[in-house]
């Protein structure tokens, strides 16, 4: 199977602090990893593709400067939520593919919160 | 604008039912439509179609993609209450780069 993990699972922060997310293919090497944001009962929201070694592609209306996005190696990306507000509070999770071939698979999310 | 729509929003069965989940879209530069289902957490992987007219078969859940109507339906046959989910389709496209429109999702309700 294809296993995709996150870390943490949940976090609760400070309004002003930053928060890093990781995710990370455990079995394969992932040339894509993506990141979405859900809200309470609505559906995911791409944020940003990432391929590894170059910079993230990200969706319009997401910030970059906000939101940091580092795909070093073929089985970890991470996020990291810059000065975090309280409105950035959601559930974050990433997917990754192997390759175009494949379809991708989710990590377990991260849920924020930020008071 | 890349659009993928849901229908219903959400639906109440008893255990026992059948369901039809549908699902349309409209993209340029289709590459495949792929379903979820998602409970508390992160979505699990169903199905995923790229031709048309091939349905595709787990247990009691089926699927099938009609690229000419731009929709896809997803059947669950006598439904439990662990099928009580939400069920996400979401479609891939390519935009200078593969990318993936999520619709809002079904949330299904099965009652015993």
């Known amino acids: 199977g294809a296993v995709v993990s996150q870390h943490p699972s949940r976090v609760i922060c400070k309004s002003g602090t930053s928060v890093k997310i990781e995710c990370r293919s455990l079995?394969?090497?992932?040339?894509?990893m993506f990141w979405y944001r859900q809200f309470p009962k609505q559906s995911l929201m791409l944020m940003a593709t990432?391929?590894?070694?170059?910079?993230?592609?990200?969706e319009q209306g997401v910030e970059k400067d906000k939101f940091l996005i580092n795909h070093a190696s073929l089985t970890l990306s991470t996020l990291t939520v810059t000065s975090a507000h309280p409105e950035d509070s959601s559930f974050y999770i990433c997917?990754?593919?192997?390759?175009?071939?494949?379809?991708?698979?989710f990590g377990p999310g991260t849920r924020l919160t930020v008071t | 604008e890349d659009k993928v729509v849901q229908s219903p929003l959400s639906l109440v069965v008893h255990e026992g039912d059948t369901v039809t989940l549908n699902c349309s879209y409209e993209?340029?530069?289709?590459?495949?439509l792929l379903w979820y289902k998602q409970e508390k957490k992160a979505p699990t992987f169903l199905f995923m179609l790229t031709s048309s007219g091939i349905e595709k078969k787990s247990g009691r859940l089926s699927s099938i993609l009609d690229k000419k109507e731009l929709f896809s339906i997803l059947n669950i046959t006598a439904t439990q209450t662990g099928d009580s989910a939400v069920y996400l389709c979401a479609v891939e496209a390519f935009a200078g780069g593969f990318k993936t429109i999520f619709g809002a999702g079904t949330r299904l309700f099965v009652k015993a």
């Open positions: 990432s391929n590894e070694g170059s910079k993230a592609t990200y």
């Open positions: 997917s990754a593919r192997r390759d175009t071939s494949y379809e991708q698979y």
């Open positions: 993209v340029t530069n289709f590459r495949s």
């Open positions: 079995d394969f090497q992932a040339t894509t």
